[in-house]
């Protein structure tokens, strides 16, 4: 392949997120060569994308054979399931690749990991870090000098002030707010519409104004 040639794209995951990682690649000028299956079908939210559903990382590999070197980026919600296929993808031997929509802001000095997926209306603040393959969601904002842990997600709307820590594989649901300052653990959750402004251990699920861990009764 000519060194100035681009590798071939493709995503893996055939979900609603597929869409939206599609969506943002064609805004940026990039047309994938198409989706990689992991789980089960569902291909139904794809049948008007324009592009094939090229192999699946579980049962062929064919497709990544037939493809050779090629970037990829893993659009599912999930993040421990994304996790695990991006580990398997780098395995196969592709490479990683950050996917920001153009009408994303990434301000000065932010850095943005590899297999990152920066939507559509969000705003990465000064200094601030985003982890290996997280997701910022649809309209949320990371202040400065925050820091995404790896396999994290930012749900839609969310909003984090200046100089929070999010833990890896820890997801921020939609329209969630976090003060300064906040350290929130590994592997936790917070909810939708939930404002923490206490620390969040790992491995605890908050809800709530404020936000408090959810006992068995409120638990979603």
């Given at each position: 392949?000519?060194?100035e040639t681009p590798l071939p794209f493709v995503i893996v995951g055939t979900g609603d997120h597929a869409r939206v990682i599609l969506d943002a690649l064609r805004a940026s000028g990039r047309m994938p060569s198409g989706f990689v299956e992991v789980d089960r079908p569902r291909t139904s939210t794809l049948r008007?994308?324009?592009l094939p559903i090229i192999g699946d990382m579980k049962a062929?590999?064919?497709?990544y054979e037939r493809l050779g070197p090629a970037l990829f980026v893993?659009?599912?919600g999930d993040n421990e399931i994304r996790a695990e296929a991006y580990e398997r993808a780098l395995e196969l031997g592709l490479t990683a690749g950050a996917v920001v929509h153009?009408?994303?802001v990434l301000l000065g000095e932010c850095h943005i990991e590899p297999g990152s997926q920066i939507c559509a209306g969000s705003v990465i603040g000064v200094n601030a870090r985003v982890g290996a393959n997280a997701?910022?969601?649809?309209?949320?904002?990371i202040d400065h000098d925050n820091i995404i842990g790896e396999h994290a997600s930012i749900g839609p709307g969310a909003h984090l002030a200046g100089r929070v820590?999010?833990?890896d594989y820890t997801h921020v649901g939609i329209a969630a707010t976090v003060i300064e300052g906040i350290r929130i653990g590994s592997r936790s959750y917070i909810a939708a519409g939930g404002a923490v402004v206490r620390d969040v251990p790992d491995n605890v699920r908050v809800a709530g104004v404020p936000a408090r861990a959810m006992n068995s009764q409120n638990r979603g």
């Open positions: 392949m000519d060194p008007d994308a324009g062929d590999l064919g497709w893993v659009a599912i153009p009408s994303a997701i910022i969601n649809t309209a949320a904002t820590m999010v833990g």
